[in-house]
């Protein structure tokens, strides 16, 4: 069942799935956004531990994509065709390091231990 689900996700071998990327793909590109900028550091610790491991300069890229993407929504408005040309919007650079950490927290709770960081309400 589970090799099943793979084909039926994997664009390579769906037609629907690979139309939903194409589509994605250009509406990332319309604000120079990659896909790893959609994850939310509050909305999951593991993507906000894996951010903080990252180097300084992907982050700041990462923010500075973020702040372009959201100014260029308030304008109404898209990134230049010739810009847009060159974005890589599934190019990744959040997912090594995002499956190392949950990879260490699943290892801590096999293992018993206290997780790391907890959910804490401000």
């Known amino acids: 069942m589970s090799s099943f689900l793979q084909s039926f996700i994997d664009p390579?071998?769906?037609?629907f799935a690979k139309q939903h990327m194409k589509a994605l793909s250009k509406r990332l590109r319309k604000y120079g956004l990659r896909y790893d900028d959609l994850y939310d550091p509050y909305y999951e610790l593991d993507i906000k531990e894996a951010l903080n491991r990252l180097p300084r300069e992907i982050v700041d890229a990462r923010n500075q994509r973020l702040k372009r993407a959201m100014d260029l929504s308030m304008k109404h408005?898209?990134?230049?065709?010739?810009?847009?040309?060159?974005q890589?919007?599934?190019?990744?650079y959040?997912?090594?390091?995002?499956a190392l950490v949950k990879k260490e927290r699943a290892e801590r709770e096999a293992l018993g231990a206290l997780p790391l960081y907890q959910r804490t309400i401000p």
């Open 12 to 15: 390579r071998k769906n037609w």
């Open 77 to 86: 408005e898209y990134l230049p065709e010739d810009l847009q040309a060159m």
């Open 88 to 92: 890589t919007p599934f190019r990744s």
């Open 94 to 98: 959040l997912q090594d390091m995002l």
